[in-house]
């Protein structure tokens, strides 16, 4: 295995872990500011981070969305953990 030369880091929206980007899932919002994963990991605009199914409910507890993205974001928690789970088996 070789060593990536750059590693940002990034935060969790969960668990406040900060991690590899490789590790994490990127979310943007789209048009309704819904947050959706984005599966590019390259989508323009403000972008959230999370790093496991669990850390949805996390975040959205801590109104971690709210404060990534600088405005009321309605999270469809069920919808997205179904999407975290079908990006996880991929
Ligand atoms: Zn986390």
Do not use: I
Request: charged share 30%; aromatic share 6%; proline share 7%.
């Amino acid at each position: 295995m070789t060593e990536e030369p750059r590693r940002p880091l990034r935060t969790c929206l969960g668990c406040g872990k900060k991690q590899t980007k490789v590790l994490l899932r990127r979310l943007v919002l789209d048009e309704k500011n819904q947050p959706l994963f984005d599966r590019s990991q390259a989508a323009p605009g403000r972008g959230a981070y999370l790093c496991g199914p669990g850390c949805l409910q996390a975040a959205v507890k801590r109104k971690a969305f709210h404060r990534a993205f600088k405005k009321d974001v309605a999270v469809d928690v069920p919808n997205l953990e179904a999407a975290f789970l079908r990006q996880t088996n991929d």
